[in-house]
């Protein structure tokens, strides 16, 4: 699913980074904890947070997380957006609450990454 | 790259929220330069944004020191502060005496030092209660 297919999906605004809107997502993570994210997400993953600090962009900049949406209506301030186009990482806002957003893109067949090594979902997922 | 490495020093000051993050992010940019592998990368990138963060959170400052040479990066996290009383209990996932405000910024979840130790190829802590806290890590390029 392409980041625009999400835009659609989430009725989301492109805060920055509209031109990288064709990017691939293949996974995604809905977290509140920054320290959660460093820990348990891989590579090329999406990220939904109500948090807009800084902080939340420096974690995608470390974690190789490809797109950042703020859900429940929250929006970033400038620094923030300033530092995103730095390391070169969009960000959407939607006015979703954060379990929704997920449930909406988890409806349209993407999922989650396995927290832990060896953890595996049920079968009928 | 010469044998003997890039040496790399960053201050890191209590609270600095708005700098925090700095040190890791321009490591990160010299080692893609360098040509190590993404994998690699990201759990050194990882491992010191949280050692960055823990710092700027826990201590009262301090340094991250970074010697990168072809075969592997170390980095080394020296800070004045309260110290860790009970290592044991500090590396145990979940465990955090950070306060709530902390929280509010998405940090103090109690799983820096055992993702870091997760990371890292070698993983070595210290910590003198009322002087500091030191770690150091070495990843394998």
Known sequence: ?125 | MSEQGVNLEFTLAKYDFDGAGQASSKLKRLLQQIGVRPEVIRRIAVSAYEAEMNVIIHSQGGKMLAVITPGQTVLEFVDSGPGIADIEKAMTEGYSTAPDHIREKGFGAGMGLPNMKRCADQFDISSTVGTGTRIKMSFNH
């Open chain 1, 1 to 125: 699913m392409k980041l625009a297919d999400i835009r659609d999906l989430l009725r989301a605004e492109v805060i920055s980074g509209g031109d990288r809107l064709d990017i691939e997502i293949r996974s995604c993570c809905g977290a509140d904890l920054m320290s959660d994210v460093l820990a348990f997400t891989k590579e090329q993953t999406m990220l939904l947070t109500g948090l807009t600090s800084p902080q939340v962009v420096r974690t995608a900049e470390m974690s190789d997380l490809v797109a950042i949406v703020f859900v429940r209506g929250k929006r970033p301030g400038q620094p923030v957006i300033e530092l995103a186009g730095e390391v070169g990482i969009p960000l959407l806002a939607t006015e979703y609450p954060l379990f929704e957003a997920c449930g909406i893109i988890y409806q349209h067949g993407i999922r989650g990454t396995a927290p832990r090594e060896g953890w595996q979902r049920a079968e009928n997922e």
